[in-house]
């Protein structure tokens, strides 16, 4: 049961931007810590950025630092955003969206969620990007 819906992709020229967003289904992020994945073809899912529930701080692996942008909306906490920029031709994927529950006092490494996409409690069916000229 897919439990994000996301939109926004689609297919830019190399050094174009695009803004991903994803909505919850019959829940809201609180306590969730979530993030973006992404998977191209022939290569294993990825996490590429994620955002804490209970501070807002942010981790990105390198090869989008700089460039995207993760964040949510706080004043309707269903929504998720990704800001990409100057996007390459190896950003070519599936990008997901997807969430974990944090448990009452559970200490939360961002670095470690986005790292293990197999932790993440829930998904939706992706939205592609296809950066090509």
């Known amino acids: 049961q897919l439990q994000f819906v996301e939109s926004g992709g689609g297919l830019v020229q190399p050094g174009g931007s695009l803004r991903l967003s994803c909505v919850s289904s019959?829940?809201?992020?609180?306590?969730?810590?979530t993030g973006w994945f992404r998977q191209a073809p022939g290569k294993e899912r990825e996490g590429i950025a994620c955002i804490s529930d209970s501070d807002g701080s942010t981790y990105y692996i390198d090869s989008v630092k700089g460039r995207f942008t993760i964040s949510r909306d706080n004043a309707n906490n269903t929504i998720q955003f990704l800001e990409m920029n100057d996007l390459k031709p190896e950003d070519t994927a599936l990008y997901y969206c997807s969430a974990r529950y944090r448990y009452p006092g559970e200490a939360i490494s961002l670095s470690r969620v986005c790292a293990r996409w197999d932790d993440m409690d829930r998904w939706g069916k992706g939205t592609p990007v296809t950066v090509s000229s």
């Open positions: 019959g829940f809201n992020l609180d306590y969730y810590t």
